[in-house]
């Protein structure tokens, strides 16, 4: 007996075929839902999680001569530094913390031994150096004046610590970025960034740059 195939009107298609594709646009949407809502649930998860950065702010002293950025809440105090050449003397501390990044600012005076600049310079790198090791040491110039910027390994992995020493007005201006191990990233710009903020012209310095106060005597 012979089979007879009904032909399919034009433009039509089996009902198999039909369900067939509107199953799959439907897996198709719900998926792409699940997907974007769980995206959007990392991202929101992510900036809840992640630790607050703080501004960058400018701060300038004129009566010193110098300027820089940093961030986090400034504070001030009175510390010590003793060297063969220099022998003891109390430095001025503008120091920050912010993500586990300890931001410094210490300045030296040393306007009675201002004919000893490159030495009192070299004294300062070195005692920086000592005891730690060191990845890197390069002299630079910024706004004429010279210096040189060095980076160490604190020992026992205490972080990592970027510095850059200036000898100007009869004064040792150093900036240290220590990259504390709570933080990790001993790779970050943030040190950097801090570093190669420094000026020795105040119209450099923006507007809005905030005098720094001097240290309780």
Not at 39 to 49: D, K, N, R, V, W
Not at 116 to 122: E, F, H, K, V, Y
Not at 132 to 159: C, E, I, S
């Amino acid at each position: 007996m012979q089979q007879i195939n009904t032909p399919q009107p034009r433009g039509l298609h089996p009902p198999s075929e039909v369900f067939s594709r509107e199953t799959t646009i439907r897996i198709t949407s719900v998926l792409t839902t699940l997907v974007g809502t769980a995206i959007a649930s990392m991202i929101t998860l992510a900036s809840m999680t992640a630790p607050a950065m703080a501004a960058w702010r400018s701060y300038i002293s004129h009566p010193m001569g110098f300027a820089f950025a940093a961030p986090g809440e400034l504070e001030i105090a009175k510390g010590a530094y003793r060297g063969a050449v220099a022998g003891a003397r109390e430095t001025s501390v503008y120091r920050f913390i912010d993500d586990n990044i300890e931001y410094k600012a210490e300045v030296i005076d040393m306007t009675d031994k201002a004919n000893d600049s490159a030495t009192l310079l070299g004294e300062a790198a070195y005692i920086f150096q000592e005891n730690n090791k060191l990845f890197m040491d390069a002299f630079g110039a910024v706004d004429r004046q010279y210096g040189r910027k060095l980076t160490v390994d604190l020992p026992n992995n205490g972080g990592r610590a970027t510095a850059a020493f200036y000898f100007i007005h009869g004064r040792i201006i150093s900036l240290i970025a220590t990259v504390l191990p709570a933080n990790g990233d001993y790779d970050t710009p943030e040190a950097a960034r801090f570093i190669d903020s420094i000026s020795f012209h105040a119209v450099r310095a923006p507007d809005n740059a905030i005098e720094l106060p001097a240290p309780p005597k």
